[in-house]
């Protein structure tokens, strides 16, 4: 079922996903299955089954966006503070 954004500037979803996350779990499935089929590697379902279930989208947020702004948060931009005293 495909759910039209409600203020035309929010992204498209697709049942509880957005189309890209979509079209990304699309691909590493069809990448798993060839990897299970070929060698017994199961490792690539994993990541794939993971990633699903951390995208999944509630209120316009999800789990992997968390984890992002976190990561962000205390790893990639440093937070300077300068104090300035009565000088």
């Known amino acids: ?17 957005e189309l890209r996350d979509i079209a990304i779990i699309g691909i590493g499935l069809l990448i798993s ?25 509630f209120e316009d947020t999800s789990i992997l966006d968390f984890i992002r702004y976190a990561v962000t948060f205390f790893f990639g ?7 300035r005293g009565n000088q």
């Not at 079922?1 to 996903?17: C, R, V």
């Not at 990897?35 to 690539?44: D, T």
């Not at 931009?77 to 104090?83: A, G, N, R, S, T």
């Open 1 to 17: 079922m495909y759910s039209y954004p409600d203020n035309l500037k929010s992204k498209a979803t697709l049942w509880l996903w």
């Open 33 to 57: 299955v060839f990897a299970l089929a070929q060698g017994r590697f199961f490792p690539p379902i994993v990541v794939t089954a993971v990633y699903a279930f951390l995208a999944i989208r």
């Open 77 to 83: 931009k440093p937070q300077v503070y300068e104090w």
